[in-house]
């Protein structure tokens, strides 16, 4: 069950937080396939469809890869303009699970956002130098989330003001690795239970970030990467 599923996971007490504070934060074509169970059969209807009230999966080619993500549109969007969440899984997740584990689609229709969960290549991402199919492979998974960024702005009227990164352990060091590389695009990023895992860019800007863990989570300690840091 979705209990079930949440109680075993590391840390998991501290999620609660880490969703307020994205909140307080957010609110203070070359595609392969698209899957909408709300577009119309009218195909004047589709394009008006595909910005309000649609839950479709997109996917596209990304280094000779099928890379895929679901999108929601609530019906509470702003049609001159929405706030957007990215919501990175973890590593052996899939976007379906981080969905179902941080609730962003209640979260996004209630404050009027549009919400965006990518797949990682083998359910991981390329966040740094550990611990991933995704980061063995070097696989350019920073650019990637832009791509798919950057098609979800030219599909949906996006506040590009107000573009917020969030996610949990792999997901959440992607997140951080994506504030560093292009803060210029980010307004804020509030995830749990990982850490940046690179230098800071020179191109950095200041912007909002939140990290959270979990002080009984084992395999990502709230003091330091100690299991994975080679010189600790």
């Not at 909002?208 to 080679?230: K, Q, T």
Request: glycine share 6%; aromatic share 10%; proline share 4%.
């Amino acid at each position: 069950s979705k209990k079930e599923y949440k109680d075993i996971t590391y840390g998991i007490s501290m999620k609660i937080d880490a969703y307020a504070v994205i909140i307080i934060l957010c609110f203070s074509s070359g595609c392969l396939e698209v899957q909408n169970k709300n577009l119309s059969e009218n195909p004047d209807d589709e394009e008006d469809l595909l910005f309000e009230n649609s839950d479709y999966i997109e996917c596209m080619l990304h280094e000779d890869l099928e890379r895929c993500w679901n999108v929601f549109v609530p019906s509470s969007v702003n049609m001159s303009g929405s706030p957007l969440i990215i919501d990175l899984h973890g590593n052996t997740l899939t976007m379906q699970d981080q969905r179902n584990l941080s609730d962003f689609d209640d979260i996004a229709f209630e404050n009027g956002a549009i919400a965006v969960w990518p797949q990682g290549f083998d359910n991981s991402w390329n966040s740094g130098y550990c611990c991933s199919t995704a980061g063995e492979l070097g696989l350019n998974d920073t650019g990637l989330i832009m791509k798919i960024l950057d098609k979800i702005i030219s599909n949906h009227s996006v506040d590009e003001s107000r573009i917020y990164l969030t996610g949990w352990s792999n997901g959440c060091s992607l997140s951080q690795k994506l504030a560093n590389e292009h803060s210029d695009r980010f307004t804020a990023i509030a995830c749990m239970s990982y850490y940046l895992l690179e230098d800071p860019a020179p191109n950095y800007l200041p912007i909002p970030i939140m990290e959270i863990h979990g002080l009984v989570d084992l395999i990502i300690l709230y003091s330091n990467d100690a299991i994975h840091l080679p010189n600790i």
